[in-house]
């Protein structure tokens, strides 16, 4: 994925609190994907990224620790427990996957990425907006230039909260 991607949009980032989420932050816990949509900022078009069905989850814990992996619903299965180079390429093509920190805002999250599946993600704060209703969680980025087909849009990510 190409660098354009990191989120720094300085008036996001001024919108959230360092340090540990408050206690009764309505995040905190362990969410499923439901859906991973790309909207292009240019026409509205609207696309589900990763199939009709993606797998994966999003944590964000009281220790203000987080992760974050999702995948493709249709994910190549390697021939042997050693994908080869091309099923490799394919495999890390059809997931995310990140762990750090986070501080939270008004409907505004950023991820502090200490490791992640692209490497040019790591070390960076990636902002996201959110909002809340009962056990649905939305979660929409900044907008971005897609490392797919390099038009600028956002991604929006609904999650459900696991019980």
């Known amino acids: 994925m190409a660098t354009e991607f990191v989120a ?3 008036n996001v980032l001024k919108k959230v609190k360092a340090g540990k989420p408050p206690a009764d932050c309505a995040v905190i816990g362990t969410w499923k994907l439901q859906s991973y949509v790309r909207e292009r900022l240019s ?22 620790r987080m992760y974050a992996i999702f995948t493709c619903c249709d994910r190549l299965k390697p021939r042997d427990v050693v994908p080869t180079d091309e099923e490799s390429v394919e495999l890390l093509a059809t997931m995310v996957a990140y762990a750090g920190t986070f501080s939270i805002g008004d409907n505004v999250v950023v991820h502090h990425i200490d490791t992640s599946w692209n490497q040019a993600w790591t070390g960076t704060d990636q902002a996201r907006y959110y909002a809340l209703h009962g056990d649905t969680l939305t979660v929409t980025t ?22």
């Open 8 to 10: 720094k949009d300085e």
């Open 43 to 64: 026409d509205g078009y609207r696309h589900n990224q990763f199939g009709d069905a993606p797998e994966g989850y999003i944590g964000y814990a009281a220790d203000g």
């Open 142 to 163: 900044v907008p971005y230039k897609s490392y797919r087909d390099g038009t600028m849009g956002r991604s929006i990510l609904v999650w459900h909260r696991i019980r």
